[in-house]
């Protein structure tokens, strides 16, 4: 089993790093081998299923890997809050589509999955800049944010793990990797709570690797926190 990870997608703007064109090694994957695109997905945008929705959706099902992915600020919640809820390698997650060729996975708030051995915390959400320019439960969800318990939770099940993993896997990060990596200039910060609660994480957890989208840029900082967006999946396990 491999493991890899890759930014926003926001069906169908960014999803051309999926395509073998682009990412030509996915030939030689399996069902066994794994996809998570972190947060801003974008396949669960519409009230309900729409023909360009199905359409994608069975296109990525018919790719040879497991596809999994954590929310961000783009989701439509309401229909995320719906899906079933089914167990993979140890931790929560929501069967958002299943066909005769596979399932697509949202990888929930707080939980930790176990992956040839490693540990994996991820954590959803981030507050979006330009939700005054959008409309509550049509292109903007207040879920976007994460409550006190799924933050409580997230905190529970990783002191259950010694509050030690291997990889984290966010939409946003921490607020202080924000701000000393200056991925928002200063004049266009928002306080975003998800950011808040994740700089506790950082305080609190030791891990190896965090991994994380939501910025629009691809850069790698010591190695450590690496930022997804331009570049193909990369795998980390």
């Not at 992915?69 to 390698?89: P, T």
């Not at 921490?174 to 975003?192: C, G, H, K, Q």
Request: net charge negative; with cysteine; aromatic share 14%.
């Amino acid at each position: 089993m491999s493991v890899f990870v890759c930014g926003d997608t926001h069906i169908p703007i960014d999803i051309a790093k999926l395509n073998m064109k682009n990412w030509p090694e996915q030939k030689f994957l399996t069902k066994e081998d794994i996809l998570v695109v972190l947060g801003d997905f974008g396949l669960l945008w519409e009230p309900d299923w729409s023909d360009e929705e199905i359409y994608w959706a069975k296109w990525l099902t018919n790719k040879p890997f497991q596809v999994c992915f954590i929310d961000g600020n783009h989701s439509n919640f309401v229909r995320l809050y719906q899906a079933k809820e089914g167990m993979f390698h140890g931790g929560k997650v929501g069967v958002v589509y299943e066909d005769e060729n596979g399932r697509i996975l949202h990888l929930k708030r707080g939980e930790i999955f176990t992956f040839n051995n490693k540990t994996v915390f991820t954590f959803g959400g981030a507050q979006s800049t330009d939700k005054a320019h959008r409309i509550i439960g049509r292109s903007w969800w207040p879920e976007e944010v994460p409550n006190y318990a799924e933050c409580d939770y997230a905190l529970t099940n990783l002191e259950k793990h010694g509050n030690c993993v291997d990889f984290i896997l966010t939409h946003t990060t921490a607020f202080s990797t924000i701000t000393d990596f200056n991925f928002v200039p200063a004049s266009e910060r928002v306080d975003d709570p998800t950011a808040r609660f994740l700089e506790e994480v950082k305080r609190i957890v030791q891990f190896r690797q965090w991994h994380f989208g939501h910025f629009h840029t691809s850069a790698h900082i010591d190695m450590k926190y690496v930022c997804h967006y331009n570049w193909s999946p990369i795998q980390i396990i």
